[in-house]
Structures are given as structure tokens and as C-alpha cells.
């Protein structure tokens, strides 16, 4: 979901924030509760009927961008942003809670720390993806630290969602690296494996995976990338039952190239020849990915040229082949799909509505 994090550009956004100014005028119109194949999808593995429908579950209160769910044994958690009139200055991060996944209440973030980081105008905690361990959540951020150039990914910790305490960590901050940016985690029964960027004092931006037994120890690992220095970032993980897939993109002279990665362990990786992505569009987000029940990994994310963004999943069997689904054309409402929670009866998405509405939806694979 990313887009560039040049230094002559700092300060820098999450790139999931970048969608919430640069896209919103720009999502096409898609249908809630409806399938649709693109009739001009790119041909991939999973050529079998499969059918994404996407049903509305609820409104959560309020605006701002909800970026990420999660759930434990007690209830719901979503995690987002809340744009300030100076979006580069003051945005505030946002947390919902629910005991039953339907009904939400906007909670306040204590313990998250402050909202703006000194001089730079950088925001001081910006959340990027929350996921449950031991049933307990545990909350990504980055924020600020000793210049305009540099970040820090920062975790906090709940029982409940209500009330957060930063982690002590060691190994996410490298020494040889300018900073680090948490953008996508998944979990076993194991370990943790999260997935984001690392930037350098020369403008190189790599692709880079962090595993920890226990939330507090990390080791960073370079993900592969091209032989030429371009801009990468992984932005989505997903726990599969040979290892993990992760998703990103690349920005070059030639435009944007989706990348997908594979592990069988979350500490050794190889650089998967995707196919079925769109390259050179003025956007391609780079989705987050999630498993169905069947086996099928869905990518979610939107599809835009310079005129209009569709809303659009890929479908794969194998992480490698790819087809593309449209979620649907037509409706009185912009949807945003920005984060996912897949269960064993359900997969829940969380995103944007109209610009302006955080939403719950549930993606049906069948």
C-alpha cells in the first residue's frame, strides 16, 4: 500500500495514510454484497469459480481512516487515524472496541503516547497494524525520534483496548539502517513475523521482514529485492500452511511492480515471479493479503489510473499466479478496503466508506 518514502519528501506518511488524501477522490464507485469478475482480468492459477462477496456489518463511530482489526477471547479492537486540518501535523490515532463485533464504541488511546513529534511536524505515534498474541493485542506503530529523517517502530500492548503500555523491544531499531517502518504481523502459536521497510542515508528503501518469539526480541531480516536500488516495502503478511506469503511493491523509472514474497519459516525468504499485477498505473496499492477457508489467498487493495481507483482483489492457489476481481462497479458508495482479520468462519474487513466513514465489512470466499 505503499508509495514512496524518498528523504526529500520526509516529512513521510504511513502509506496507508497517503490513501486517505491522495485517493479518496479518486475510488470508483463499488458495490457492497455483490460479486463480480472483471471480464479483463489477467489469468492466473485459481481459474476456478471462485466468488468474493462483500457484506456490510456495521459503521464505526465517528471519521478518520480505520486502518486494522484484531480480536481476543473478550472482544474486538480496530486501530486508524484521524486526519487533522494539517494532515502533515496533527493527525490523532484513533481506536475502536467491541464485545460483540457489531455494536463499536470509539475508545480513547491511553498510553499511545503523544500526538505530534516536535519541530518536523512528524506525527509521534502513527498505528499501522494490530493483531492478537496470547490473547493479548498488540498494537504497531512508528514514531519520531532524534531528526526528521528517522522513525522507529514502536509496540503497545492491551488486554482490553482500552488501556495500552509501550513495550520494551530490542532488534527492531537497526544501527545500520536510517529507520523502520511495521506495516503488516502474523502470528502462530510460535512466533510473530512482521513485515515493512527500512531506509538508509542514501535514499535506498528495502523491503524487510522482523520474527520474535515473544514480542520484545526481534530479528531483522532483509527481504530480496531487484539488482537495481529502487524504493521496496512489504505492506501484508499472511500465515499459510507452508510458511508465510507477503505482499509489497517496488517504485522504479518504469512505474510500480507488485512483489510477493515466501517463507517457510518467516526468517529465510525468496522473491516469488508473480504474476497477474498491474505495472506503470499511476497507483497500484499494494494489498494486504489474507487466506480464505478453502485455501485460496486473496489480496486486497485498489487498482488506479489518473482519472479514477477501483476497489479490486487478486486471487491466488499458490501466491505465484494471480487473477484479478473487481469488487464490483456499481452502488452509490466509495469503498475503501484497508485491513483484514481471517478466521476460521469468517474474514472480516475493515476500511473507508464515502471518504469520511470507518466501516466493517465481511468478505465471503466461496
Not at 100 to 114: E, K, L, Q, R, V
Not at 235 to 257: C, N
Request: net charge negative; hydrophobic share 35%.
Amino acid at each position: 500500500m505503499g508509495l514512496s518514502r524518498g528523504r526529500s519528501a520526509r516529512p513521510r506518511r504511513l502509506p496507508l495514510t497517503i490513501f486517505f488524501g491522495a485517493l479518496l477522490g479518486l475510488i470508483a464507485t463499488v458495490l457492497p454484497s455483490c460479486s463480480k469478475t472483471d471480464p479483463d482480468a489477467t489469468s492466473g492459477s485459481a481459474d476456478r469459480d471462485v466468488q468474493l462477496t462483500l457484506s456490510h456489518i456495521a459503521d464505526l463511530p465517528g471519521s478518520g481512516l480505520a486502518l486494522d482489526l484484531a480480536r481476543n477471547e473478550n472482544n474486538s479492537v480496530a486501530i486508524g487515524l484521524q486526519e487533522g486540518a494539517d494532515s502533515e501535523s496533527d493527525s490523532t490515532p484513533l481506536i475502536w472496541t467491541s464485545e460483540n463485533g457489531t455494536d463499536w464504541s470509539t475508545a480513547s488511546p491511553i498510553g499511545i503516547g503523544s500526538t505530534v513529534d516536535g519541530e518536523c511536524g512528524v506525527p509521534g505515534r502513527v498505528l499501522t497494524t494490530v493483531t492478537n498474541w496470547n490473547n493479548r493485542f498488540l498494537a504497531f506503530a512508528y514514531g519520531g525520534v532524534d531528526s526528521c529523517d528517522s522513525s522507529i517502530p514502536l509496540i503497545y500492548s492491551s488486554a482490553d483496548g482500552l488501556e495500552w503500555i509501550e513495550d520494551s523491544t530490542t532488534g527492531l531499531a537497526e544501527s545500520d539502517a536510517d529507520g523502520s517502518e511495521i506495516y503488516g504481523v502474523a502470528t502462530d502459536d510460535d512466533q510473530i513475523v512482521a513485515v515493512g521497510q527500512q531506509f538508509h542515508d542514501d535514499s535506498q528503501e528495502d523491503a524487510a521482514a522482523w520474527v520474535s518469539p515473544d514480542g520484545r526480541a526481534w530479528v531483522s531480516v532483509q527481504l530480496p529485492g531487484g539488482d537495481t536500488p529502487r524504493s521496496e516495502g512489504a505492506y501484508g503478511i499472511v500465515r499459510t500452511d507452508d510458511g508465510y506469503i507477503a505482499i509489497g511493491s517496488a517504485d522504479d523509472e518504469a512505474g510500480r511492480e507488485t512483489l510477493v514474497w515466501r517463507s517457510g519459516d518467516g526468517s529465510e525468504w525468496e522473491q516469488v515471479d508473480a504474476s497477474g499485477f498491474e505495472r506503470g498505473a499511476t497507483f497500484v496499492s499494494s494489498p494486504r493479503v489474507l487466506s480464505s477457508a478453502d485455501g485460496v489467498l486473496v489480496a486486497l487493495g485498489t487498482v488506479s489510473d489518473s482519472d479514477s481507483a477501483t476497489a479490486t482483489a487478486w486471487i491466488s492457489d499458490d501466491g505465484s499466479s494471480w487473477t484479478r476481481r473487481d469488487l464490483g462497479s456499481e452502488g452509490s458508495e466509495d469503498i475503501l478496503p484497508m485491513g483484514v482479520l481471517a478466521e476460521e468462519h469468517a474474514t472480516l474487513v475493515v476500511g473507508l466508506v464515502d471518504g469520511t466513514r470507518p466501516t466493517l465489512w465481511s468478505l465471503e470466499v466461496r
